[in-house]
């Protein structure tokens, strides 16, 4: 039987040891990759072509949420488990639209990890009981993730990396290098992004960015979680 590739995406070097030294510890899995942000997860999934991807939800250069959308984009049966502290139910309904097929918090990941990747490598989805009642939750109360999210769905891909990059405090020529375009290309993506949401300065495209959930700003800290412990 062929190893199970698992590719791990993590902005933290001893989280994602603690989350290899778990993974490893099954016979037949195997890690392919590592990535610290979710640019590199992406590239490096189409190149590695893994059967299973740990996304990190709040990452630099490309968050979790667009990571996943890109990478199911790219290959559809890239099985994408999101590992996260947020327990937001919009976020965790809006990675589920996204495409991914398992959602489980950091603090769980001791106890939950191992038997999550285990159900995606058999074709199904994984959501722990406490990501279950937050989904069921919604449903009962009738919200849909297109009600949540008006906004984002007029903006395309690029649009919402461009926004990333300028919520962590990218200028526009810093942009245009990071997205391989010229710096023209970057303005008018800029200019597109500030006109749609009808915003006027920097500042005001943070705060909404934040508020509507378009990106997430700041890092998380792996805190005194399993996977910690595991690395440690």
């Not at 890109?70 to 502290?85: G, T």
């Not at 919604?138 to 993730?145: A, C, D, I, P, S």
């Amino acid at each position: 039987m062929a190893a199970l590739r698992i590719l791990v995406a993590d902005d933290h070097e001893i989280v994602r040891r603690g989350i290899c030294a778990l993974l490893t510890s099954r016979p037949g899995w195997e890690i392919c990759g590592e990535a610290s942000d979710g640019r590199d997860a992406v590239e490096k999934a189409k190149k590695l072509r893994p059967d299973v991807t740990i996304l990190d939800i709040s990452m630099p250069r490309l968050n979790g949420l667009e990571a996943t959308r890109q990478l199911i984009a790219h290959d559809p049966h890239n099985k994408v488990l999101v590992l996260s502290i947020n327990a937001n139910q919009q976020v965790v309904e809006e990675v589920l639209q996204a495409g991914a097929r398992g959602y489980i918090f950091k603090s769980d990941a001791g106890k939950d990890l191992v038997e999550a990747v285990d159900a995606l490598r058999q074709g199904k989805p994984y959501f722990n009981s406490r990501v279950s009642d937050m989904v069921l939750d919604g449903f009962l109360r009738g919200r849909t993730v297109s009600s949540a999210y008006p906004v984002p769905e007029k903006l395309t891909a690029r649009e919402r990396e461009v926004i990333q990059l300028i919520v962590e405090g990218q200028s526009t020529k810093e942009v245009a290098t990071t997205l391989g375009v010229s710096v023209k290309t970057a303005e008018t993506h800029r200019s597109n992004v500030m006109r749609k949401l009808q915003v006027h300065s920097v500042s005001e495209l943070v705060l909404f960015a934040v508020r509507n959930n378009i990106v997430q700003i700041g890092r998380e800290t792996p805190g005194p979680t399993n996977v910690g412990s595991v690395a440690a």
